[in-house]
């Protein structure tokens, strides 16, 4: 089944979506915002199911679904951890700057804490102060869990996995490396999460979702001209159960925790890539320096992922950068 | 005024606790929850100071207020945001393995995002794998805000604290090392986060709550002997004002954002500390190698702050030490 949450309030206004993207219907009777769905999963995925069957079968009430009128599924979420599980983008990034990448790296994930207070919709505006950041996006692939104990091993974590999401990581490249110099990790420089429209159950997938990864390209465009649509099932070096498994080593997960998969990347980059530094990693590497800008305000990012028939599954994610203006 | 969330659901239920921590009186009638308060501030907190007002007159349905059925203030928050504001004692760590400190320590504020989705209550147990990972209490002060806007700058950020409260940062200290060499931060390093029994108004602080920093000591005890207790007003380089603003400078905090201190800690620690990794910090320094160990299954910790007439404010964290079995 497919989920959105249409803007209202905090948290949104829960409606399920058809699997065309063309209707919705209220999802109020069952429960009034996702997370409320996900604190109350067992009980409220069979109800959402029968919606949703009815909203393709035509019987239910409904109505025209607009992507620009949706938050993200989670507008506020208690947990948001993002990997970099695509070790080979990693690699490029350090091979870009003469740096070794070390042999753990291939064996224990990369992990950082987001902000997950406010998540923003798949049409929302990325507000930044300053094109001095360096504004970059990051395509994902982020799941949704539900209650994971502490110290659940991977081949029990694969079946946490409730939704799953694309996500735009808006990443400030220019305020990393002093950050990360600190060894405190990530905090400035990631500020803003945007995701699609619609959130998806696993089975939705079909043959696509295998092994606990998302065996589809992602696409990813600056100004709707494509920056690159590698596979996400491709160099996943580590799959989401073994994300969620360590995510949860030291303690549990609470139901509406989203993990996210880090920057798409494929060994080689031949499909091209899902963020600039990386696109500016290979240039570097070529040439010796980077030709591609980062963001300037104005431009517009895409972010889709299509079926066997060429269909969007997820809805796009299209956004602009805008300058915002701070108080003073 | 006082306020606590006794143990109900996933999110509690709000009430308003006496000034002298000896009754309590629901507060469901204005907001269900403590979130549901702060996501409408402006119109709850004159209802709840009514409440507080009567009970402390003694002329409201009241019931005797038991700290250990007590859940977190915020037992689920969107944002926890811990600094390492005491630079004194990140330089003491530095020292005892021969590590300078860097200059931009002094005025660029470290911080990590911490794990929000389940803060512990002030008698929960804290549930630990294995010994091996260095069991270790953070004794710290930490804020709540209200919604803070992008960018806002420190003279301006004071005013979005509403509450303050203790924090037990529970750290496991074995895993620190492997987690910040991959420059991501804390991850599973830093497991649970415990709160006192109850989060107050800045204007319940007094004369300490000046200059947005709280001028108390703050207890430190393991199994009820006395680690440390400096003062949390004290060779605090940044206050929780400037804190905010960091935290804020890319984007914005939603209401309910927690923001915690970092270890409280005073320069030459003649008070004590409020951790053990501390403590062994300076037995090394003194004589090479420490002497204290990290916490056992069993022990137990005491987190608290007294009133300049001897009396708690916040009511006391005392939670015990205890073997976490995980799943298979």
């Known amino acids: 089944m497919k989920l959105a949450s249409l803007k209202h309030g905090r948290d949104g206004s829960l409606v399920v979506v058809s699997k065309d ?9 069952v429960a009034p915002t996702l997370q409320a769905a996900l604190d109350d999963w067992a009980n409220c995925e069979p109800k959402l199911e029968a919606l949703y069957e009815e909203l393709n079968a035509g019987s239910s009430e409904s109505f025209a679904f607009d992507p620009a009128a949706c938050d993200a599924p989670l507008p506020r979420a208690y947990h948001w951890a993002d990997a970099s599980a695509y070790v080979t983008h990693v690699e490029l990034v350090r ?31 990325v507000l930044v102060e300053s094109e001095d950041w360096g504004i970059d996006l990051e395509a994902e692939v982020a799941v949704f869990t539900d209650d994971v104990p502490a110290g659940t091993p991977a081949h029990l974590a694969g079946k946490h996995i409730k939704l799953v999401a694309l996500v735009n990581d808006v990443s400030l490249r220019n305020l990393i490396p002093a950050e990360l110099g600190k060894q405190f990790g990530f905090y400035q420089s990631k500020p803003w999460t945007a995701f699609t429209p619609v959130a998806v159950t696993p089975d939705e997938l079909g043959d696509a979702w295998v092994d606990n990864k998302l065996h589809l390209p992602l696409i990813a465009k600056v100004n709707n001209v494509q920056l690159g649509a590698p596979n996400a099932g491709v160099d996943m070096t580590f ?89 003073e």
């Open 21 to 29: 993207l063309s209707r919705a219907t209220s999802a109020s009777a």
């Open 239 to 327: 799959d989401f159960a073994q994300l969620i498994a360590h995510a949860a080593k030291s303690r549990s997960l609470m139901t509406g925790t989203v993990i996210g998969s880090g920057t798409v990347s494929n060994k080689g980059s031949l499909l091209g890539s899902c963020c600039l530094a990386e696109v500016r990693c290979l240039e570097t590497i070529a040439s010796g320096k980077p030709s591609t800008p980062f963001l300037s305000f104005g431009d517009s990012v895409q972010i889709d992922m299509l079926d066997e028939e060429g269909k969007s599954i997820f809805g796009q994610i299209d956004q602009k950068i805008v300058k915002h203006t701070p108080p």
């Open 95 to 125: 091979k870009a700057r003469g740096a070794e990448l070390p042999e753990s790296f291939w064996v224990d994930p990369l992990m950082y804490m987001g902000a997950s207070d406010a998540f923003i919709g798949p049409h929302d505006d």
